[in-house]
């Protein structure tokens, strides 16, 4: 694993990236977490920027009460769980009104090598990608979430042209208050079973653990 001065490096770096012009900055980074566990968002909203953290506002808060429910509160995770994206900048509203931009192609392939060293430095164990942006990363296609939330999968993922990351992949729906998947059966039922593999994954355990 590496060292929390390269992980420090790492974000100075990524928080003076620019090159995405269509992309709202300030780049939002979490906290530099030496840690085995990888939480994966999607991009930030419009609050995060201003709170200067990722899932800083609504989705967050009901992301937190998940994490809540199995033992751990939103400053453990903070603190403990590195909290990474595809995109770090906010995309900006969609032209429909509706919703946030989805990244384009170009904006995904730019962010990925800042996601990409992170996975090389920090060799994660288990990655819990939240949303189905952040679940395509890990899956070469991505079906309904009902055959994806609530189970755990083996992963191995190309990172740079001579690294594979092997890892252990639980993902997780969006919290997004504009979607209802979470909060009806049978989403719920299979958030809780996903929240429940998170809870005796030994590398989660460990950080519950710690008190």
């Known amino acids: 694993m590496a060292s929390l001065k390269?992980?420090?490096?790492?974000?100075?770096?990524?928080?003076?990236?620019?090159?995405?012009?269509?992309?709202?900055?300030?780049?939002?980074?979490?906290?530099?977490?030496?840690?085995?566990?990888?939480?994966?968002?999607?991009?930030?909203?419009?609050?995060?920027?201003?709170?200067?953290?990722?899932?800083?506002?609504?989705?967050?808060k009901t992301m937190f009460k998940w994490f809540s429910s199995i033992g751990i509160t939103e400053d453990q995770?903070?603190?403990?769980?590195?909290?990474a994206a595809v995109c770090r900048c906010f995309p900006g509203k969609a032209k429909s009104g509706s919703g946030d931009r989805v990244p384009s192609p170009l904006e995904i392939q730019n962010c990925s090598s800042w996601l990409h060293a992170e996975l090389a430095l920090l060799k994660p164990r288990l990655v819990i990608p939240v949303g189905k942006l952040a679940i395509?990363?890990?899956?070469?296609?991505?079906?309904?979430?009902?055959?994806?939330?609530?189970?755990?999968?083996?992963?191995?993922?190309?990172?740079?042209?001579t690294?594979?990351?092997?890892?252990?992949?639980?993902?997780?729906?969006h919290p997004s208050g504009a979607s209802p998947w979470h909060r009806m059966s049978p989403g719920k039922e299979l958030l809780e079973k996903a929240l429940k593999l998170i809870k005796q994954h030994p590398d989660f355990r460990s950080l519950i653990d710690r008190g």
């Not at 995770?77 to 909290?83: A, G, K, Q, T």
């Not at 690294?163 to 729906?173: A, D, F, G, H, R």
Request: charged residues 20%; aromatic residues 10%.
């Open 6 to 60: 390269v992980l420090q490096q790492h974000l100075r770096q990524l928080k003076a990236c620019n090159q995405c012009p269509e992309m709202i900055r300030p780049v939002v980074v979490g906290s530099p977490a030496l840690s085995k566990v990888m939480l994966i968002g999607q991009a930030p909203g419009v609050k995060e920027g201003q709170f200067g953290k990722p899932f800083a506002w609504t989705a967050g």
């Open 77 to 83: 995770f903070r603190e403990r769980v590195y909290m």
């Open 136 to 161: 395509s990363q890990f899956f070469d296609a991505v079906g309904p979430l009902n055959e994806i939330i609530g189970h755990k999968f083996s992963v191995k993922k190309q990172i740079s042209p």
């Open 163 to 173: 690294l594979w990351l092997e890892t252990e992949v639980i993902p997780l729906p």
